[in-house]
């Protein structure tokens, strides 16, 4: 096989599975943040068992990240030496701030979450819970800064080295808030929190299922549905907004996600077809003129198309447009069941419908799938631009690194992944069979006496 296809697949598979955790935990570093602050407020211990409970999943999530995600930055230098060497001065920047304010903000203060019950006063606990939230948050933002600028470069110039040209920063806050930057990253994050939501909803089904933990699962899916249904309802004008961005700046990427290859004919909107690039054609069902609507305001306006691209300058078609067509289904019917939870909430027939409920339990992937079509859309829709239109992805490759070594590392890295994947499942499996923590039981009785203990000492420094 080709070895530039073979490095982009390994770099596809990485961040793939990598993305399966980051979202988790920055979804659920919210929902944390909301129950802590509901124990504060009320001193309620059934929202501390819930705290504890859903931290110990954000710990192991954070650690299967961590474990994942560092081998991406290697694989910059070993399989594409070329692109690092052109990117080297932006992504230094960035992919640094990301070290300095969100992983050792994020890593040093969730020791703190997971063990510091006892050793901490409340509040210093609670602040403590706010930082690992805003660290997760830090480490989405300099990340998609880095990915955003690939999309739409800004703040920089072009220089001329030994080994050939690369890209320098001119301006680092050009580069920081280019033009798809912002937008990317909201969208990005509320899709994050739509995983860690889902998740709550789904574990809280599971277990009205079971008729066990009846409260905690009420209240984890009151949580889950709040937060999911502000985020699938936002998702939709970020969603709608960064469309606008890529038709501003990446014309052939948006006339993919669509299908559309008539330069002279307004575009349409499909609700799902098949691209037939043998001849120039897109075949489904479709809107007329609702793209060139959602662009221009009006319906009648011609959008650019894939006919004015020469084929070698166009993205794979199919790919980019089924991946689009799949997230905006995901989407909608992640809205679908929000909304459908929060009625059934209010009416009162939602803890009981076991059908919905098994929904709500298969509820949880629809998130994971939609960050990765959605991520799959955007990368596969940037060909054959590595950096758009600066750099192409076959120009980024590493000169020393065969086929051969890339393959085999490929498979290496498959099966450290299903390994790191079947870990990541049975922990998670073992902690949701276990549930949360009784409020009743001698230990949770001996920790609650332990925190009030603290706050009685403390009440007293205050004091003198």
């Known amino acids: 096989m080709d070895a530039a296809l073979l490095a982009r697949l390994q770099f596809g598979l990485t961040a793939a599975f990598h993305y399966i955790y980051p979202p988790i935990s920055i979804g659920l570093g919210v929902c944390l943040v909301i129950m802590e602050t509901m124990w504060l407020k009320t001193r309620n211990e059934h929202y501390r068992a819930m705290t504890r409970f859903w931290a110990k999943v954000f710990g192991l999530t954070f650690a299967i990240g961590v474990a994942s995600g560092i081998v991406l930055e290697f694989e910059f230098g070993t399989n594409w030496e070329k692109y690092s060497r052109f990117v080297g001065d932006v992504f230094g920047s960035a992919l640094a701030a990301e070290g300095i304010f969100a992983?050792?903000?994020?890593?040093?203060f969730l020791a703190i979450v997971l063990f510091g019950w006892r050793r901490v006063s409340p509040l210093?606990?609670?602040?403590?819970?706010?930082i690992v939230c805003l660290g997760a948050h830090f480490s989405a933002l300099w990340i998609v800064i880095a990915n955003s600028w690939m999309q739409t470069p800004a703040g920089h110039h072009?220089?001329?080295?030994?080994?050939?040209?690369?890209?320098?920063i001119l301006d680092f806050w050009a580069m920081v808030f280019n033009p798809s930057s912002i937008m990317?990253?909201?969208?990005?994050?509320?899709?994050?929190?739509?995983s860690g939501a889902f998740l709550l909803i789904s574990v809280g089904a599971w277990y009205l299922l079971k008729k066990r933990d009846v409260a905690f699962a009420k209240s984890s899916i009151k949580v889950g549905l709040a937060v999911a249904t502000v985020a699938t309802l936002l998702s939709l004008w970020t969603g709608s907004k960064s469309a606008e961005i890529v038709a501003e700046y990446q014309p052939s990427k948006l006339a993919a996600m669509e299908g559309h290859f008539d330069s002279k004919a307004p575009a349409d909107m499909y609700i799902l077809g098949w691209v037939d690039e043998e001849n120039n054609r897109t075949i489904g069902i479709k809107v007329k003129g609702m793209l060139s609507w959602l662009i221009h305001g009006d319906s009648s306006v011609p959008v650019r198309g894939l006919d004015s691209y020469a084929q070698e300058d166009r993205p794979p078609l199919n790919l980019t447009f089924q991946g689009y067509h799949i997230m905006i289904s995901i989407g909608m019917a992640s809205i679908g069941i929000s909304l459908l939870g929060l009625w059934g909430w209010k009416r009162g027939w939602l803890w009981?419908?076991?059908?919905?409920l098994w929904v709500m339990v298969l509820s949880s992937i629809l998130p994971q799938l939609g960050n990765q079509v959605g991520w799959l859309t955007a990368e596969v829709g940037r060909?054959?631009?590595?950096?758009?239109?600066?750099?192409r992805t076959s120009?980024?490759?590493?000169?020393?690194?065969?086929?051969?070594h890339i393959m085999i590392s490929l498979i290496l890295f498959a099966l450290v992944y299903l390994l790191l994947f079947a870990v990541f499942v049975y922990m998670f499996n073992h902690k949701v069979h276990h549930g949360p923590e009784d409020v009743h039981s001698d230990e949770y009785a001996n920790s609650r006496l332990a925190m009030e203990a603290m706050d009685k000492r403390l009440s007293r420094k205050n004091n003198d």
């Open 352 to 356: 009981s419908w076991k059908p919905f």
């Open 124 to 130: 210093v606990h609670w602040l403590s819970t706010v």
């Open 395 to 404: 120009d980024g490759l590493s000169t020393v690194v065969s086929a051969e």
């Open 184 to 194: 990317r990253l909201s969208h990005t994050l509320l899709g994050a929190w739509q």
């Open 103 to 108: 992983f050792f903000l994020e890593s040093g």
């Open 158 to 168: 072009i220089v001329e080295g030994p080994n050939g040209p690369r890209a320098e």
């Open 383 to 391: 060909q054959p631009w590595i950096v758009w239109e600066l750099m």
